[in-house]
């Protein structure tokens, strides 16, 4: 079967000329063939790589988005991109910062190979972050749980049957958070598991206020969920505690959260095109 990586990038073009190299490593005793798609997501750096020999891809292809959509709408956009081009194959996500470790690459492919229509969740046994960011991601995932009865840890690092590219892009689910949309979408998930590496160089440019609002573009995929289980709680607590003054902080803290991922969808919709493919510009050889 044919793989594609598909990897979403923003001026981390650094990152991604050790992480090809080492992609390219991997694949050094598979006989599959396989090519790397990345996903410019509107960069304003210049992309500066070294001319890297490839032994092993079959190619390493950019797509240049016109405009920055941020990681989750430029993956939906590669993913229609292989759509309109009817690849037929497997599709690999995986983040361009190291943090995905490209080791993981064999035992996603064995893996795909013994059921090819099966979704593959790379799951994260540890964590190489902070402190703080390892607590507030634990927070993360009890909340996750505890308003949508969905146990999500894992990231974008997986793999999809081009079969299953129709489902997944049959909501804006997946405009919002990848992650969510493999969860909502694919509930019987092959899962493997491996740590989070930390970046190969340079720093994240992502920050704790974009990553509050990445989970909570989480949720908001669960939103009618998260709703139903809100009106549980309030009701629950309204008979055990009642009209206590704390207990109608927190209620009112329910409601502001349920209107704040209702809201989401409604401004990610607002900023898509009806076509995100517009946004689409040229593909081209990245070491050109």
């Known amino acids: 079967m044919n793989y594609v990586i598909l990897i979403p990038v923003f001026n981390d073009w650094e990152c991604l000329d050790l992480l090809i190299p ?17 996903i410019n997501d509107g960069s304003t750096k210049n992309r500066i790589v ?3 020999k490839i032994s092993y891809l079959k190619k390493v292809e950019v797509l240049n988005l016109k405009k920055n959509v941020k990681a989750q709408i430029a993956i939906a956009t590669g993913l229609e991109f292989l759509k309109e081009k009817k690849f037929e194959g497997g599709v690999i996500v995986m983040d ?5 470790d490209p080791k993981q690459l064999i035992d996603l492919i064995q893996e795909s190979k013994k059921d090819p229509k099966k979704t593959i969740t790379v799951n994260r046994s540890k964590r190489e972050e902070e402190f703080l960011f390892k607590i507030l991601y634990q927070i993360y995932l009890f909340f996750t749980f505890f308003l949508t009865f969905k146990y999500l840890k894992f990231g974008v690092y997986s793999y999809l049957h081009f079969s299953s590219i129709n489902k997944i892009l049959s909501t804006e689910d997946v405009y919002m958070a990848y992650v969510a ?10 899962k493997i598991y491996a740590a989070r590496k930390k970046r190969i160089v340079g720093k994240s440019q992502n920050n704790y206020k974009s990553l509050i609002f990445y989970a909570l573009k989480i949720i908001s995929v669960f939103r009618y969920q998260a709703l139903i289980n809100t009106f549980l709680m309030i009701t629950a607590g309204t008979l055990l505690i009642g009209f206590e003054f704390y207990f109608l902080f927190f209620m009112f803290i329910l409601i502001i959260f349920n209107i704040i991922i209702f809201l989401i969808p409604y401004k990610i919709k607002k900023n898509l095109l009806e076509n995100p493919l517009l946004n689409a510009g040229k593909v081209e050889n990245f070491y050109d």
């Open 181 to 190: 949309g493999l969860a909502k979408h694919f509930k019987k998930r092959k």
């Open 50 to 52: 070294s001319k890297n």
């Open 96 to 100: 361009g910062d190291g943090q995905d």
């Open 22 to 38: 080492e992609i390219d490593k991997q694949l050094k005793n598979s006989k599959e063939e396989v090519q790397v798609l990345i």
